[in-house]
């Protein structure tokens, strides 16, 4: 078997993968969309990143508004 006849087998093995791959979607789990499962009210959590750049922001413009030279 010559290398040009190896690499199309290769070819054709890859592509019979490929639609395979295609072919075999899950189906989608719509359990796992429903309300009641997913998370809320007391229990959710804040975005501590946007706390934390709040409070950043709110420093910095007092110490803008901070007159240094008459203390």
């Known amino acids: 078997m010559s290398l040009k006849d190896t690499l199309k087998q290769?070819?054709?093995i890859e592509r019979q993968q490929q639609q395979q791959?295609?072919?075999n979607v899950k189906p989608r789990n719509y359990l796992a969309?429903?309300?009641l499962l997913k998370k809320g009210g007391i229990h959710?959590?804040?975005?501590?990143?946007c706390v934390r750049k709040?409070?950043?922001?709110?420093?910095k413009q007092n110490l803008r508004q901070t007159d240094?030279?008459?203390?």
Do not use: V
């Not at 959710?44 to 990143?49: P, R, V």
């Not at 709040?54 to 420093?59: A, F, I, L, P």
């Open 10 to 12: 290769a070819k054709q």
């Open 44 to 49: 959710e959590k804040e975005d501590i990143d």
């Open 33 to 35: 969309l429903n309300p």
């Open 68 to 71: 240094w030279l008459s203390e």
């Open 54 to 59: 709040k409070r950043r922001r709110e420093t």
């Open 21 to 23: 791959l295609l072919n």
